[in-house]
């Protein structure tokens, strides 16, 4: 695959400090949260009247490890829980340099013009609070962020992806309580974060480029599987006929795929984000999707599971955290593991006794 | 694809009464174990001396879940460990009609001549005790049977994969133990049971048809990834062109992979197992294989990262067996389930909910 050219990128720097909210990094917006009292009341009230500060405020209260935070972010989740759930909900991933913050914004400016209301979030546990890799610099969609019917939020902090993955769960809440009906969610192509984008949202979408020819190389095991749709973007100028000729590549390699369970045929499109091109028909494509679902009750269902999946989830990774995270088991662990390379017990000898000493030692 | 035509298959059947322990299935076998006090020591001496009617006798051990069984199974296993490990753990799954018997049969046979000892298991949790789909009867494999270097053995018994996982991990000490240097491993396209040979083997070998084109369609999520070789079988006759044909197709989609973490490029290759061609072919593939892996130390690796995985994967299982086979967490779970539906509670909220209850009301 070609390297992503990133010098092609369209994306303007502005100055930061015509920004509103926009130098003040997680961690300092956490730091003057705790200064203030948080008068929930009318934080919620704010929040589902519309006002985009309260949003943020709230989301900020997710972000917070404090524990008085947490215990006023359940009951603002579950004042927000009845107005949630009627967005449409859209992941969009591709590797960096494919124009994802000019598709999005092209995307956002659209829908906005549609009247739509439009949020846009983020899952990459590799940012750290104070130096997200996407969405961290907002002046990367200067056009968008300056619509009072667009909220724009970097990442989640956190190093653990199911940290980050169920504050953006959170996030999203708040944010079709506070009327965004449309909430895109990006996410890079890096490890399991596409996964659990695509367990988040009910549309799934793959950015490409066109490169010079071997699509499909190095492309992650899965992510085709999981896209509803494929978008090669950048088809323009020189690159239109190497995007062409990518589509053909993309469809051929789509219909290697079983059928899926919604009996969605996932799409390829072609986009120019920079020059508004396919960005029309790309929303018209996710719209038919959207009816698609809706009119077979996959959507439902797929919420569903959506949640089945988060609940089970949540469950395992707790049940697993505390085993592992508890020191007696560690030291066991690393002893039971030389004993199995010295051929003196069995993998499975090892978990039982392992979970033996773990119910007795530790009850 | 094309259905698999199984009147082409050259299996013979043959009198069932004319072949040794074949018509006695596993629970008629422990059944009889109950009956007969078994001499540990003589059990694990006779093993160690390669007689493989105290080899079949182990491994109904294993296959029984009578407590003293499993007390004696410990030992036995303890005493085999020291002498296990040494030889080459070959996977080999294709859908039902590949001939997956038939070459199974003839690459033994070539083993044989080049005087090695062969031990053959499978592992289909969805075969009973009675009924096995594959190796179930070992009359298909009629001239391997008949050598003193094959010992062939029908999938272990159980409906979990786990436990099924469980068993043939513990056979395969038992047969190396008893001087088999060579463990062919059968499974079939269903499930996670590739899942589960591909992490108890050294080499996974992807059986293949050459149908009318379309070759890639329908073949499973993830096996072609993990695949070491892909191989064309019945590749003979009016079905050779087709062979080589698809033989083109399946490089190209192996070429779509990334590179592996132990440097081995998946080759393709053709055979024709009734009529014995290719078959040294695919032993020299093997043999550069091992080579390769053992030069650049990813054979020990591989299997040191495949006993941390089975530790790390019984102990979770067993975790969330526990877990969720509790009657009054199975009851709490569908409460919390239907109030995430009703929009009360989240699914992270929810899980948090449950573990507490867990914690409290069940220590």
């Not at 769960?169 to 659990?196: F, H, M, P, W």
């Not at 593991?337 to 069995?346: G, P």
Request: with cysteine.
């Amino acid at each position: 695959m070609k390297k992503p050219d990133t010098s092609h990128s369209a994306l303007g720097e502005v100055d930061n400090s015509s920004q509103k909210h926009l130098s003040q990094s997680s961690a300092e917006r956490i730091k003057a949260l705790r200064r203030k009292k948080v008068d929930l009341k009318k934080l919620s009230e704010d929040l589902r009247s519309g006002n985009s500060t309260a949003l943020s405020r709230a989301i900020t209260l997710i972000e917070s490890q404090n524990n008085k935070h947490q215990a006023q972010v359940k009951q603002l989740i579950e004042a927000c829980l009845p107005h949630a759930g009627d967005a449409i909900r859209i992941g969009i991933t591709g590797v960096p340099g494919v124009g994802k913050s000019t598709f999005i914004e092209s995307l956002g400016l659209h829908l906005i013009n549609k009247g739509h209301k439009v949020a846009v979030l983020a899952v990459d546990p590799s940012s750290s609070v104070s130096n997200g890799s996407i969405l961290g610099d907002k002046t990367r969609m200067e056009k968008l962020v300056q619509s009072s019917n667009a909220f724009i939020r970097p990442t989640a902090s956190g190093t653990s992806l199911g940290g980050v993955a169920r504050k953006t769960r959170e996030s999203i809440i708040l944010c079709e309580a506070a009327g965004y009906d449309i909430i895109l969610i990006e996410t890079v192509g890096v490890g399991q974060s596409e996964t659990a984008v695509h367990s988040m949202t009910d549309f799934f979408l793959l950015l490409k480029l066109a490169g010079a020819g071997d699509e499909l190389q190095g492309i992650k095991r899965g992510i085709i599987e999981m896209a509803d749709a494929i978008v090669i973007n950048k088809a323009d100028g020189q690159n239109l006929d190497a995007a062409k000729r990518a589509k053909v590549e993309f469809n051929r390699a789509l219909h290697m795929y079983p059928p899926k369970d919604n009996h969605w045929t996932p799409k390829v499109l072609l986009t120019s984000a920079l020059k508004k091109k396919g960005i029309d028909k790309t929303w018209q494509l996710i719209s038919k999707f959207i009816a698609h679902v809706k009119a077979n009750h996959h959507f439902e269902l797929n919420r569903l599971a959506q949640n089945k999946y988060w609940l089970h989830q949540s469950i395992e990774d707790q049940l697993k955290r505390e085993f592992y995270a508890n020191p007696t088991i560690k030291k066991a662990l690393e002893s039971e593991l030389k004993k199995i390379e010295a051929k003196q017990t069995t993998a499975f000898e090892a978990a039982n006794d392992l979970l033996k000493y773990y119910k007795t030692k530790l009850d």
